[in-house]
């Protein structure tokens, strides 16, 4: 009697167990199932909203949601979404950053005349009139940066702040072919000076915002706003000096905006205000500025020596196009063609050729026959102004290694490099 109690108790656990088990698998049964098919759903989805973003925006994410979002701002650490109702907002957030930068750097601006200023009776295809003109400090020793139209020749440099003090400047170093001069302040120890905070210009991008503060038409510490609309520009003036890799935008610039900062969002100095191309003679054209890393690489010789010490290749550069490859029945269609090199200079020494057969060339005379230029260092030349860009920092003396194109052979040579001259640099922008 109590064996058979005992195995109806077994049976009974084991077929209890049996159910609970059946049961429990049952439930992870179908919360697998459930979980693939959400999977499957969500990845569905994931696939679908991604499909949203890069055909309408992320904003069109939250139109999905109903979310209200106002603004959307992109940085390097991901998005910034500004939501609700903007009624109650005093400033937006374009302005807020306008007044940001503003407020930060305008005390940095500095208004710059001379005792041989002219009036502006005219302004000129890209400079306006020297000898007056803005700067911006740089130093908190005195330093100053400007445009070297601003005070060449000047007798006398007045310099002053944003607190309406004045003082004496002296012009330490002046490059023309740059337009780019420093020149420094000695003030008083109650006077404070505000550097400003310098970013770069490598990685500029057409759209990009951009603010211009600088004294047009007298009219100290002036704002505007634009984008950057072109880069790698280069100009040339009237009065023939050439500003390579100039950065365009159409921010709104005047006479006396020259020398003065171009700046991104962040108020860091990207570029110098330099000149303007307009129908009118003023502001609402396109503008043009020197790239901040031009400055950079310039500004200690400048303080040094008072002048710039570049290298350069004693040769006669001209654009290789396809249309002369095909005349000259060359094998490349990009680089350098070396139309002539210096008798007895650095180039010749190394083994670089030039031509021999005289052209003529538009207004030019060249000679065909010559080494074409594919690359400088670790960069390649594609035209004059890779070539310009290869040789930017560099200075007299520096050894570069110079490949070129032979009738279909590549070839490599160690050149010295000579001085670099204003006519150096005209060549290059016919």
Do not use: C
Request: avoid cysteine; aromatic fraction near 6%; hydrophobic fraction near 40%.
């Amino acid at each position: 009697m109590l064996k058979g109690t005992k195995a109806k108790i077994r049976t009974f656990v084991f077929l209890f167990l049996t159910i609970v088990i059946a049961i429990v698998a049952a439930v992870l049964l179908a919360r697998w199932t459930r979980s693939i098919s959400e999977n499957k759903q969500r990845e569905q989805l994931k696939k679908a909203l991604k499909t949203v973003v890069r055909d309408e925006g992320e904003k069109a994410l939250f139109d999905l949601a109903d979310i209200p979002v106002n603004e959307i701002l992109y940085g390097d650490e991901g998005l910034t979404v500004l939501s609700g109702d903007d009624s109650s907002w005093r400033y937006s957030f374009s302005e807020m950053q306008n007044i940001r930068v503003y407020e930060e750097v305008s005390p940095s601006v500095v208004f710059i005349t001379s005792t041989a200023a002219q009036s502006v009776s005219s302004y000129m295809d890209a400079l306006p009139s020297k000898g007056t003109g803005s700067g911006f400090i740089i130093s908190k020793d005195g330093y100053i940066l400007t445009n070297a139209h601003v005070v060449e020749d000047a007798q006398s440099l007045v310099v002053g702040l944003s607190d309406q003090k004045q003082f004496g400047g002296k012009l330490i170093g002046l490059d023309k072919e740059d337009d780019l001069a420093v020149i420094k302040i000695n003030v008083d120890k109650n006077t404070p000076l505000k550097p400003v905070s310098l970013g770069t210009s490598e990685d500029l991008k057409v759209g990009q915002k951009v603010i211009a503060i600088g004294n047009p038409f007298g009219y100290e510490r002036a704002m505007t706003t634009g984008v950057v609309s072109g880069l790698n520009r280069p100009v040339k003036t009237e009065s023939g000096k050439i500003i390579m890799n100039a950065i365009q935008t159409d921010a709104s610039l005047n006479p006396g905006n020259s020398g003065g900062p171009l700046l991104n969002g962040k108020g860091e100095v990207i570029g110098i205000s330099s000149s303007i191309f307009s129908v009118t003679g003023g502001g609402g054209g396109i503008s043009f500025a020197i790239p901040v890393d031009t400055a950079v690489s310039l500004i200690p010789d400048l303080i040094k020596y008072g002048t710039v010490r570049r290298g350069w290749l004693d040769i006669v550069p001209v654009q290789l196009t396809k249309a002369l490859a095909d005349y000259a029945n060359l094998t490349v269609s990009q680089g350098v063609l070396v139309s002539q090199v210096k008798s007895g200079g650095e180039a010749e020494k190394a083994g670089i050729l030039g031509g021999k057969e005289q052209v003529k060339y538009g207004s030019s005379v060249i000679f065909l026959g010559g080494d074409v230029i594919t690359a400088i260092g670790s960069m390649t030349v594609t035209g004059l102004n890779d070539f310009y860009l290869a040789l930017l920092n560099t200075r007299k003396g520096d050894k570069v290694k110079v490949t070129v194109n032979r009738k279909g052979e590549t070839k490599t040579f160690t050149v010295t490099l000579g001085d670099r001259t204003g006519e150096d640099v005209s060549s290059l922008v016919k």
